[in-house]
């Protein structure tokens, strides 16, 4: 007998079970999504974002969020994620923003001098203020975390209650990204005499602008 067998040997024999022992079934996922209307979660949305210093601007229409961010990002330098999302509104095509391309060296030079970083979310969580970020050609990850301030711009029907629905909605985020970010308020550190300090690792800015 290995040493290997002679150590599962005495665990089972301490547990009780025999050689032969298998493990039971996991028991089921319990995912609780409660019943909660829109306005209620852009109310939640909005207050939990805002304890943490970020911001919640809607607007009615695609068109209208194009204009806010235009007014937002005047005489600043800023970089656009590839978002689909975001060309509907018309944002991608604004005089001040360049888009984020797919050259990676190009893209994290564009990111370390725009003043701000502009991208859709997959997500948004009510319950925590959360923006869920899947990496992807056409969301890079450096466009929201290397800028000092983060745009983000997302129609309100993607807005979730809480973790629970996301992941009754997405219960394996690996199958379809690499990674999944889960960004809730500006960036924050109190590491150093446990000082808060926000921007260290990311944004010290965030507004998020819910569209309809």
């Known amino acids: 007998m290995t040493p290997r ?20 079934p996991p028991p089921p996922v319990r995912l609780r999504v409660p019943e909660v209307s829109l306005e209620t979660r852009i109310a939640s949305m909005t207050a939990r974002l805002e ?7 809607r607007v009615e229409s695609p068109e209208a969020a194009g204009h806010w961010v ?6 600043r330098t800023a970089i656009v994620s590839n978002a689909p999302y975001l060309e509907a509104c018309g944002i991608t095509s604004l005089p001040a923003v360049r888009s984020g391309i797919d050259k990676r060296e190009s893209l994290r030079a ?3 001098t725009a003043d701000v970083g502009i991208t859709s979310a997959d997500y948004a969580l009510a319950d925590t203020g959360t923006l869920v970020m899947l990496s992807s050609p056409q969301e890079a990850r450096v466009i929201s975390l290397l800028p000092p301030t983060h ?15 996301l992941f009754s909605v997405l219960p394996e985020p690996a199958s379809v990204s690499s990674s999944m970010v889960l960004i809730t308020g500006p960036s924050r550190t109190a590491d150093i005499e446990q000082i808060l300090v926000r921007g260290v690792h990311g944004p010290g800015q965030i ?3 819910l569209v309809g």
């Open 70 to 75: 235009g007014q937002a990002i005047e005489n």
């Open 207 to 209: 507004t998020v602008v």
């Open 51 to 57: 304890a943490l210093a970020g911001r919640v601007v």
């Open 5 to 24: 067998e002679r150590i599962l040997q005495r665990v089972r024999s301490a547990l009780g079970h025999g050689a032969g022992y298998t493990l039971p």
């Open 110 to 112: 564009l990111t370390a």
């Open 151 to 165: 745009i983000a711009v997302l129609p309100c029907s993607r807005l979730l209650t809480g973790l629970d629905e």
